[in-house]
Structure formats: C-alpha cells, structure tokens
C-alpha cells in the first residue's frame, strides 16, 4: 500500500493563497470576540441600554456565525486543492 504524500509548505501556502482568493476568508485573523457579557442594570434607562446590548449580543453572534462559515468554507476549499494536488487530507 502507497504511502501519502507529504504535503511541503511551498505547496500549502500556495494552496492557501489560492483559496483566500476563492473563499475570500483569511484564515489568519482572528474570530471575533463577544463583548458586552453583563446585561445592564434595570430602571428608566435600563431599558434603552438592554435594547443596545441585546442588538450588539445579535451582532455578535452573526459575526461568530459568519467566521465559522468562513472557517469552514476555506477548509473545504483547501481540502479539494490539496487533494487535487495529490496529497491525503483527513
């Protein structure tokens, strides 16, 4: 039985320059980070800040949403590069 290639640097960085073009995604940044874990207090303008935590919490939450689409869209594409290249991805 045929071992599997290893697959170089040159190769992957070539693969993944490639695919941030496609994807769009850069794998090197980082996720977004939740902000605002407290709720704010309660009375008159409670009401106003809980209304702007609750619409940042969703903010946050499709960012987290979209970098994991991203993520996982980058994976597939590199996935389906290397293994045209050749090389066994798991």
Request: charged content about 20%; hydrophobic content about 25%.
């Given at each position: 039985?045929?071992?599997?290639?290893?697959?170089s640097s040159?190769?992957?960085?070539?693969?993944a320059s490639?695919?941030?073009?496609?994807?769009?995604?850069?794998?090197?940044?980082?996720?977004?980070?939740?902000?605002?874990?407290?709720?704010?207090?309660?009375?008159?303008?409670?009401?106003?800040?809980?209304?702007?935590?609750?619409?940042?919490?969703?903010?946050?939450?499709?960012?987290?949403?979209?970098?994991?689409?991203?993520?996982?869209?980058?994976?597939?594409?590199?996935?389906?590069?290397?293994?045209?290249?050749?090389?066994?991805?798991?």
């Amino acid at each position: 039985m045929a071992r599997p290639r290893q697959c170089s640097s040159r190769t992957r960085s070539s693969a993944a320059s490639g695919r941030r073009s496609k994807t769009g995604f850069n794998p090197s940044t980082l996720p977004p980070v939740a902000q605002n874990s407290v709720p704010p207090p309660v009375g008159l303008f409670g009401v106003f800040r809980r209304h702007r935590y609750e619409e940042e919490q969703q903010q946050n939450a499709e960012q987290q949403q979209a970098y994991a689409n991203g993520r996982a869209s980058y994976s597939r594409a590199m996935n389906v590069c290397l293994t045209g290249r050749g090389y066994t991805v798991d």
